[in-house]
Nanobody
C-alpha cells in the first residue's frame, strides 16, 4: 500500500496550490479519502474528506470556501485545490485512506509566506 503526496511548496499569501495523492496497493474507489494537516507545534487536524464515489465532501470550517477536495477513481488519485492561502495554512499535508483500516502518506510541506 502506498499513498504519495505531491504539489507542496512555498507560496505567497493569497496564492494557490494543488496537492495530489497517488494511491496504489488497495481498492482506492472503495475508500473514503481525506486530507489532514499538521502545523509546527500543533496536533494533526482534518482538513477535508470525500466519499468513495466522490459525491459527498466535508471541510473544516477554517478552509471552507477556499479549499476543494476531489478524486479521480480511474487514476487512483485524490486532490486538494487550495486557494486564498494564508500563513496559518502552513503545515505538512497528509493524505489518508479509510475503510476498515487507515493508510497514511508521508506528507508534503506547504509553506505560505511572503
Amino acid at each position: 500500500v502506498q499513498l504519495v503526496e505531491s504539489g507542496g511548496g512555498l507560496v505567497q499569501p493569497g496564492g494557490s496550490l494543488r496537492l495530489s495523492c497517488a494511491a496504489s496497493g488497495f481498492s482506492f474507489s472503495s475508500y473514503v479519502m481525506s486530507w489532514y494537516r499538521q502545523a509546527p507545534g500543533k496536533e494533526r487536524e482534518l482538513v477535508a474528506t470525500i466519499s468513495s464515489g466522490g459525491g459527498t465532501t466535508n471541510y473544516a470550517n477554517s478552509v471552507k470556501g477556499r479549499f476543494t477536495i476531489s478524486r479521480d477513481n480511474a487514476k487512483n488519485t485524490v486532490f486538494l485545490q487550495m486557494n486564498s492561502l494564508a500563513p496559518e495554512d502552513t503545515a505538512v499535508y497528509y493524505c489518508n485512506a479509510w475503510l476498515i483500516k487507515d493508510y497514511w502518506g508521508k506528507g508534503t510541506l506547504v509553506t505560505v509566506s511572503s
